[in-house]
């Protein structure tokens, strides 16, 4: 499961397969070596852009300027540099909720 990386400055890299206008917003599983997200917001205007960096956050417990989109503004894949949170955490985090 090759979904995390760590930065050479502590943050972590973390590959996201978003599934813009779905019917809520939740950790939907692994695809592809990522994560699969679920978001409700439609792929227009940056509006699934915005709506996963409130969703990481939120999820994550960590603030909306610590979850920066690194790659993929218009694709389904992304990656989103989360600071202030360890590679371990985010992993445990996600393979808790995919199992829950």
């Given at each position: 499961?090759?979904?995390?990386?760590?930065?050479?400055?502590?943050?972590?890299?973390?590959?996201?397969h978003?599934?813009?206008?779905?019917?809520r917003?939740?950790?939907?599983?692994i695809?592809?070596?990522a994560?699969?997200?679920?978001?409700?917001?439609p792929?227009?205007?940056?509006?699934?852009?915005?709506a996963?960096?409130?969703?990481?956050s939120?999820?994550?417990?960590?603030t909306?300027?610590?979850?920066?989109?690194?790659?993929?503004?218009?694709?389904?894949?992304?990656?989103?540099?989360?600071?202030?949170?360890?590679?371990?955490?985010?992993?445990?985090?996600?393979?808790?909720?995919i199992?829950?």
């Amino acid at each position: 499961l090759l979904f995390t990386s760590t930065m050479k400055d502590g943050s972590v890299l973390l590959s996201v397969h978003v599934q813009p206008k779905s019917s809520r917003n939740r950790i939907a599983g692994i695809y592809d070596q990522a994560v699969k997200v679920n978001i409700t917001a439609p792929p227009v205007d940056g509006k699934a852009n915005k709506a996963m960096v409130s969703f990481l956050s939120d999820f994550f417990g960590i603030t909306k300027k610590d979850v920066t989109l690194h790659a993929g503004a218009q694709a389904r894949k992304k990656r989103f540099i989360l600071s202030g949170i360890s590679e371990r955490e985010v992993r445990d985090r996600v393979l808790e909720e995919i199992e829950s």
